[in-house]
């Protein structure tokens, strides 16, 4: 199936690592061109001379969470590329796991600078570029199945997904007059640096990932953005689309004589 991918450029931040590198790659092999963003330099710079490999890709390090990065972001890929087409907005960090009683302003704000900020300035910004070069772009957020049931001690993830997870809608109600779309991928458990601490190597046994009894790899993620940064789905729009093997499906069981925890 052709995407209509083919020389449209795109930013991936995030794009050094994890799902944001297998976004970056998906785009590339369907002959985009790519910026990929993300925090450190040195991490930006050996992703991007490994993904030339696959094709035109420029490396840029910015943090989502600063207005000034984000504009100089977008400037400089309109500058090297001639245009933006798609935006996918995937950086993000899992901070401190903190009971909510217990939580600093600091980490809550940290949370949210990342994520929800970081998500607001990218979608901005991509929405004035395409605006004024009247490119009906597409911008693909990453929230997380986290943003619509809760885990101990995430609170200030839970929120700030279920925060972009609206923020997206009101991007596609916003921008859909020049003609942008704006969709979410909440993915489940998928296995990534930052998830290593709390997924067992592969062939170990896991507990609480869904009916397909496994977590997620980043490529099966990539494909869903590929699918909402495509031509393809030109009536898809503000949508949420989780990609979770079934982790949030199916209720867990009743067990009879269990103590309540
Ligand atoms: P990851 O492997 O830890 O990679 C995180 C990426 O974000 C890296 O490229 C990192 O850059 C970049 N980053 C962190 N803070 C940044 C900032 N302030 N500005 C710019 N870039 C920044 O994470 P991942 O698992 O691929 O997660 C990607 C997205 O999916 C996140 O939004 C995450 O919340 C979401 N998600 C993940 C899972 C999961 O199970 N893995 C599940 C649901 C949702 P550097 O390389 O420069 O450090």
Aim: charged fraction near 20%; charge should be negative.
């Amino acid at each position: 199936m052709d995407l209509g991918l083919k020389d449209q450029v795109a930013i991936v931040t995030g794009g050094s690592r994890g799902i944001g590198r297998a976004a970056a790659e998906a785009l590339l092999r369907e002959g985009a061109k790519v910026v990929v963003a993300s925090v450190r330099p040195a991490s930006v710079e050996a992703a991007a001379k490994e993904l030339s490999a696959l094709g035109a890709v420029e490396g840029i390090a910015a943090d989502v969470s600063v207005e000034a990065d984000v504009v100089r972001l977008v400037a400089e890929t309109v500058d090297r590329f001639g245009r933006l087409d798609v935006m996918i907005a995937n950086a993000g960090i899992d901070g401190d796991a903190v009971n909510l009683a217990d939580m600093t302003v600091a980490q809550w704000d940290e949370m949210m600078a990342v994520h929800l900020r970081g998500t607001f300035l990218c979608g901005r910004e991509a929405a004035r570029a395409m605006r004024s070069a009247g490119r009906r772009g597409r911008i693909v957020t990453v929230g997380s199945v986290s943003g619509i049931e809760s885990e101990a001690s995430g609170g200030h993830y839970c929120a700030a997904k279920a925060g972009i997870h609206g923020l997206t809608r009101s991007m596609a109600v916003d921008f859909a007059k020049w003609g942008i779309r704006a969709n979410c991928v909440a993915p489940g458990w998928v296995r990534t640096d930052m998830t290593v601490d709390y997924i067992p190597p592969p062939g170990e046994p896991l507990v609480g990932c869904g009916v397909m009894d496994r977590v997620g790899e980043p490529e099966e993620i990539a494909n869903a953005i590929l699918f909402l940064a495509s031509e393809s789905c030109g009536f898809l729009t503000g949508e949420t689309f989780v990609v979770d093997g079934g982790q949030i499906v199916a209720a867990p069981d009743l067990e009879p004589g269990a103590p309540a925890t």
